[in-house]
């Protein structure tokens, strides 16, 4: 009940297309749902992140829609560049428990 | 600040060897969690401090394993002895709180031969 499943596990787009990664979970005491972006020898960094009192939110070419009813929640890339070629992994958690990764998806944006 | 400052960035050695990777987090953040990545498992977390007092370790695979954090400012993870299975990035990450955003640091490579 406390996984976060994520898909898919990798993901080529080209350039200029819109990048799609989808996470569902379980657990509906999950109230924080943030994205990390890892690069290539580097730690995760948070991208981006949602509440479920939202139904989206957009910073620039990143979008979280987010389904309270289907528990589920994806992150759009709009416009993918090169640059964006990196891990994604999208995360819950809730109060006084510890953040829950999924299991990432590879991005690879074909200039 | 200088973020979550992990040592050293690679590390070598031979199997049955001990190992200690080291973690500085970010001053006034009161969580500490050690993470271990591979391509089969992903990320996995090992163990989390709270206050420099550890919380939930039940992701810590084995007795070889063990972490320490004697004060605010400093954590370590030792694996002793160690085993190529154990070859992985090993990242520490730190928070405010366990509700916020966790900060990583760039990780330790450890190749174990």
């Known amino acids: 009940q406390q996984q976060v499943k994520q898909s898919p596990q990798s993901l080529i787009v080209q350039k200029g297309g819109i990048s799609i990664i989808n996470c569902a979970y379980e657990?509906?005491?999950?109230?924080?749902f943030p994205w990390y972006q890892q690069f290539p020898g580097k730690g995760p960094a948070l991208l981006i992140a949602i509440r479920p009192d939202v139904s989206e939110k957009k910073e620039g070419r990143f979008t979280i829609s987010f389904n309270k009813s289907a528990k589920q929640f994806s992150l759009h890339i709009m416009d993918s560049q090169p640059g964006d070629s990196a891990t994604y992994f999208c995360a819950a958690n809730t109060g006084g428990f510890k953040t829950i990764f999924g299991a990432g998806t590879r991005l690879f944006v074909k200039a | 600040d200088a973020g979550v400052i992990q040592s050293p960035r690679h590390e070598v050695t031979e199997m049955g060897q001990e190992v200690t990777l080291r973690c500085k987090p970010i001053s006034g953040h009161d969580y500490l969690f050690w993470y271990r990545q591979t391509m089969m498992r992903g990320l996995e977390l090992l163990i989390y401090f709270n206050n420099n007092v550890p919380i939930d370790d039940s992701g810590m695979p084995e007795d070889r394993f063990s972490a320490k954090m004697p004060n605010a400012s400093f954590s370590t993870l030792k694996i002793q002895p160690s085993e190529p299975r154990d070859s992985a990035v090993y990242f520490c990450?730190?928070?405010?709180?366990?509700?916020?955003?966790?900060?990583f640091g760039s990780g330790t490579r450890l190749t174990v031969v």
């Open positions: 990450a730190s928070s405010p709180d366990i509700l916020k955003v966790y900060t």
């Open positions: 657990n509906t005491a999950f109230d924080y």
